[in-house]
Protein backbone atom coordinates (compact mmCIF):
# COMPACT_ATOMS: atom_id res chain seq x y z
CA UNK A 1 0.00 0.00 0.00
CA UNK A 2 1.27 3.62 -1.02
CA UNK A 3 1.98 6.33 1.44
CA UNK A 4 -0.48 9.44 0.25
CA UNK A 5 1.54 12.55 0.69
CA UNK A 6 -0.25 13.70 3.73
CA UNK A 7 0.52 11.31 5.95
CA UNK A 8 2.94 10.50 7.73
CA UNK A 9 4.54 7.12 8.17
CA UNK A 10 5.82 7.95 11.69
CA UNK A 11 2.15 9.06 13.08
CA UNK A 12 -0.33 7.27 11.70
CA UNK A 13 -3.79 9.38 11.70
CA UNK A 14 -1.54 12.60 11.75
CA UNK A 15 -2.18 15.14 8.65
CA UNK A 16 1.26 16.70 7.60
CA UNK A 17 0.66 20.50 6.89
CA UNK A 18 -0.97 21.41 3.34
CA UNK A 19 1.34 23.41 1.14
CA UNK A 20 -1.76 26.33 1.20
CA UNK A 21 -0.28 27.74 4.43
CA UNK A 22 0.48 24.99 6.96
CA UNK A 23 -2.40 24.31 8.17
CA UNK A 24 -2.99 21.12 9.67
CA UNK A 25 -6.14 19.06 7.87
CA UNK A 26 -8.00 18.30 11.07
CA UNK A 27 -7.51 22.11 11.83
CA UNK A 28 -8.98 23.66 9.19
CA UNK A 29 -12.24 25.91 9.56
CA UNK A 30 -14.76 23.45 7.91
CA UNK A 31 -13.61 20.39 9.75
CA UNK A 32 -13.80 22.31 13.19
CA UNK A 33 -16.78 23.82 12.11
CA UNK A 34 -18.61 20.50 11.87
CA UNK A 35 -17.14 19.44 14.88
CA UNK A 36 -18.46 22.47 16.55
CA UNK A 37 -22.20 21.87 15.39
CA UNK A 38 -21.83 18.22 15.94
CA UNK A 39 -20.82 19.43 19.63
CA UNK A 40 -22.80 21.97 20.00
CA UNK A 41 -25.90 19.42 19.67
CA UNK A 42 -24.79 17.10 21.73
CA UNK A 43 -24.68 19.90 24.49
CA UNK A 44 -27.76 21.16 23.37
CA UNK A 45 -29.69 17.72 24.13
CA UNK A 46 -27.89 18.26 27.74
CA UNK A 47 -28.90 21.29 27.99
CA UNK A 48 -32.25 21.54 26.60
CA UNK A 49 -33.52 18.13 28.39
CA UNK A 50 -32.44 19.12 32.07
CA UNK A 51 -34.01 22.70 31.35
CA UNK A 52 -37.42 20.80 30.61
CA UNK A 53 -36.55 18.33 33.20
CA UNK A 54 -36.59 21.06 35.90
CA UNK A 55 -39.17 22.92 34.65
CA UNK A 56 -42.03 20.63 33.62
CA UNK A 57 -41.31 17.81 36.08
CA UNK A 58 -39.17 19.56 38.96
CA UNK A 59 -41.51 22.98 38.77
CA UNK A 60 -38.46 25.56 38.31
CA UNK A 61 -38.46 29.10 37.47
CA UNK A 62 -37.79 29.38 33.84
CA UNK A 63 -34.64 31.57 34.80
CA UNK A 64 -32.71 29.24 36.62
CA UNK A 65 -33.97 26.26 35.41
CA UNK A 66 -32.16 27.36 31.89
CA UNK A 67 -29.36 29.06 34.24
CA UNK A 68 -28.46 25.66 35.52
CA UNK A 69 -28.94 23.63 32.03
CA UNK A 70 -26.78 26.15 30.87
CA UNK A 71 -24.00 25.57 32.61
CA UNK A 72 -24.47 21.83 31.92
CA UNK A 73 -24.46 22.13 28.50
CA UNK A 74 -21.56 24.58 28.32
CA UNK A 75 -19.03 22.52 30.41
CA UNK A 76 -20.31 19.31 28.16
CA UNK A 77 -19.29 21.28 25.23
CA UNK A 78 -16.24 22.73 26.49
CA UNK A 79 -14.93 19.35 27.75
CA UNK A 80 -15.61 18.12 24.11
CA UNK A 81 -14.56 21.18 22.50
CA UNK A 82 -11.11 21.40 23.40
CA UNK A 83 -10.08 17.82 23.17
CA UNK A 84 -12.36 16.77 19.77
CA UNK A 85 -13.20 20.29 17.59
CA UNK A 86 -9.67 21.82 18.16
CA UNK A 87 -7.63 19.09 19.61
CA UNK A 88 -6.01 21.65 22.40
CA UNK A 89 -3.86 20.71 25.66
CA UNK A 90 -5.32 21.73 28.64
CA UNK A 91 -4.01 24.84 30.25
CA UNK A 92 -5.22 27.46 33.17
CA UNK A 93 -4.75 30.52 30.71
CA UNK A 94 -7.42 28.68 28.30
CA UNK A 95 -9.41 27.24 31.46
CA UNK A 96 -9.85 31.09 32.59
CA UNK A 97 -10.62 32.19 28.88
CA UNK A 98 -13.15 30.39 28.77
CA UNK A 99 -14.74 31.05 31.91
CA UNK A 100 -14.85 34.71 30.89
CA UNK A 101 -16.08 33.45 27.59
CA UNK A 102 -18.62 31.17 29.19
CA UNK A 103 -19.93 34.11 31.49
CA UNK A 104 -20.88 36.71 28.50
CA UNK A 105 -22.84 33.90 26.55
CA UNK A 106 -24.14 32.64 29.85
CA UNK A 107 -25.61 36.55 30.13
CA UNK A 108 -26.31 36.86 26.61
CA UNK A 109 -28.11 33.38 26.17
CA UNK A 110 -30.32 33.76 29.34
CA UNK A 111 -30.92 37.05 28.75
CA UNK A 112 -32.02 36.49 25.39
CA UNK A 113 -33.97 33.33 26.57
CA UNK A 114 -35.41 34.63 29.23
CA UNK A 115 -36.92 38.20 27.18
CA UNK A 116 -38.31 35.55 24.46
CA UNK A 117 -39.84 33.26 27.16
CA UNK A 118 -42.06 36.86 28.66
CA UNK A 119 -42.65 38.06 25.00
CA UNK A 120 -44.04 34.61 24.06
CA UNK A 121 -46.01 33.45 26.89
CA UNK A 122 -49.10 35.81 26.55
CA UNK A 123 -49.40 33.99 23.14
CA UNK A 124 -51.55 31.49 24.80
CA UNK A 125 -48.74 28.65 22.99
CA UNK A 126 -47.87 25.54 24.85
CA UNK A 127 -45.00 26.02 27.71
CA UNK A 128 -43.06 23.39 25.23
CA UNK A 129 -43.39 25.34 22.16
CA UNK A 130 -42.33 29.03 23.82
CA UNK A 131 -39.41 27.04 25.14
CA UNK A 132 -38.38 25.63 22.23
CA UNK A 133 -38.50 28.80 20.25
CA UNK A 134 -36.44 31.15 22.83
CA UNK A 135 -34.06 27.71 23.42
CA UNK A 136 -33.75 27.73 19.98
CA UNK A 137 -33.53 31.80 19.24
CA UNK A 138 -31.09 31.91 22.27
CA UNK A 139 -28.71 29.05 21.93
CA UNK A 140 -28.06 30.10 18.23
CA UNK A 141 -27.22 33.67 19.16
CA UNK A 142 -24.71 31.81 21.83
CA UNK A 143 -23.30 29.26 19.49
CA UNK A 144 -22.23 31.60 17.21
CA UNK A 145 -20.42 33.63 19.33
CA UNK A 146 -18.76 31.18 21.44
CA UNK A 147 -17.32 29.44 18.04
CA UNK A 148 -16.23 32.77 16.58
CA UNK A 149 -14.16 33.70 19.99
CA UNK A 150 -13.37 30.21 20.87
CA UNK A 151 -11.76 29.66 17.18
CA UNK A 152 -10.22 33.14 17.20
CA UNK A 153 -8.96 33.72 20.68
CA UNK A 154 -8.91 30.77 22.98
CA UNK A 155 -7.97 27.83 20.73
CA UNK A 156 -6.39 29.89 18.35
CA UNK A 157 -2.85 28.15 16.77
CA UNK A 158 -0.05 30.55 16.89
Known amino acids: ?????????????????????????????????????????LSAVVDFGLLNLLMLVFGWDHTWAKALSFVAGT?????????????????????????????????????IYSLLFRLMQPTGWPVVVVNAIAFVIAQGIATTVNFVVQRTVVFRRR
Not at 11 to 39: C, K
Open 75 to 111: TTAYMINRRWTFRAEASTKRFVAIIVLYAITFALQVG
Open 1 to 41: MTETPERSAAEPGRVEPDSAGGVERHHRLSTQLVRFVITGC
